[in-house]
């Protein structure tokens, strides 16, 4: 509840458009990325059309948005 009520102050002061800046830059830091290119990536492989997610994929359980993809079994805790 406190953390939903300092994004709601911070969006208030801000606007979306420094929350946006200031979350890409966080992305940033760390080289995670929203909209990673799986199949263009070194880092990412596939063994027998099985992928196996880099730490900047959204599909990789390190990832802090992570989400399961819906094709392949997922590895996460979830």
């Given at each position: ?14 606007g979306?458009?420094?929350?946006m ?5 966080y ?52």
């Amino acid at each position: 509840m406190w953390a939903q009520f300092q994004i709601r102050q911070y969006l208030d002061m801000n606007g979306l458009d420094g929350v946006m800046d200031r979350w890409g830059k966080y992305l940033d830091r760390y080289g995670w990325e929203v909209d990673h290119d799986v199949l263009g990536c070194r880092d990412c492989w596939s063994d027998h059309g099985v992928l196996e997610y880099c730490h900047r994929s959204i599909y990789s359980p390190s990832h802090p948005l992570h989400l399961c993809p819906d094709y392949s079994d997922c590895s996460c805790d979830s």
